[in-house]
């Protein structure tokens, strides 16, 4: 699916250019960050034959969750993961509906049987600048 995220677009249409793609869950920022790390490329077409290769020719269905704040960016994501032959679900969820489904000290039910297979998140570093991150 990493394939299938056009980040550039992701971060131009969806965040309004506000935004730096990373090839990892750290941003440049952080004391770990490894620089000789690098971002997937976007490549739908690689994405889609290892689809196939993964035994699902006809495609997936996903589920995305999200908070509410962030359905701009969940619909975007949304739609390039549908243009590799996926069906996703989307749910926006409120803020403690959100957190019962991707916290560990607040799950609803066990972490091995939640219904998600996707989940986005936004974080503010210490320069109070949001960074979205995927599950």
């Known amino acids: 699916m990493n394939f299938a ?6 971060i131009r249409y969806a965040t309004k250019g506000n935004g730096e793609i990373i090839p990892a869950l750290l941003p440049v920022n952080a004391s770990s960050y490894d620089a000789t790390l690098a971002p997937y490329p976007f490549d739908p077409q690689k994405a889609q034959h290892l689809l196939r290769n993964a035994g699902y020719p006809d495609g997936l269905a996903v589920t995305l969750i999200a908070p509410e704040e962030l359905e701009i960016q969940a619909t975007v994501v949304g739609k390039m993961l549908e243009g590799i032959g996926l069906t996703v679900k989307r749910e926006m969820l409120e803020p403690a ?3 019962q489904k991707t916290l560990l000290s607040d799950l609803d039910q066990p972490a091995e049987r939640q219904a998600w297979d996707i989940a986005l998140i936004s974080h503010t570093d210490w ?3 949001p960074v979205l991150n995927f599950y």
């Open 127 to 129: 320069a109070k600048i």
């Open 5 to 10: 995220i056009n980040r550039a677009d992701l």
């Open 97 to 99: 509906a959100y957190n």
